[in-house]
């Protein structure tokens, strides 16, 4: 069986601007908040396929992506996942409504929520 192909997910219903609330994990089990770090991080993916995301409005990360659906390493289902153009890393998509998680696909590793903007 082939652990990779293309996405359900419409990329359109990520597009736009999100405002990250917080992040959790880690192997400490740590929890971030923009309260917590004074920062401002804002995610934003383009319509043609690029993924921003800013901190207190400066440019940190322009790269592209593609949405698609792989076997997730926390579940033997294939799960629509983030996965940047040249890199070997993925994330996890949960849509529900305005909010968006995103879960890095590594042990010990980041859960990250944003709220539509």
């Known amino acids: 069986m082939n652990d990779v192909q293309d996405s359900n ?3 359109s219903d990520l ?3 999100w405002l990250w609330v917080s992040t959790t994990g880690g192997f400490a089990g740590l929890s971030t908040t923009p309260e917590s770090t004074g920062n401002e991080v804002i995610i ?7 993924f921003k995301k800013y901190v207190n409005q400066v440019a940190q990360v322009n790269d592209s992506c593609q949405v698609i659906m792989k076997k997730s390493i926390f579940s033997t289902d294939l799960t ?3 996965k940047f153009i040249g890199e070997d890393i993925h994330q996890t998509i949960e ?4 909010e968006l998680v ?3 696909e590594c042990y010990d590793c980041y859960q ?3 709220m539509k903007q």
């Open 9 to 11: 997910i419409d990329f």
């Open 15 to 17: 597009q736009g601007k």
């Open 44 to 50: 934003e993916f383009t319509k043609d396929h690029h």
């Open 80 to 82: 629509p996942q983030l």
């Open 95 to 98: 849509l529900k409504g305005n």
């Open 102 to 104: 995103l879960k890095e």
């Open 112 to 114: 990250h929520v944003y």
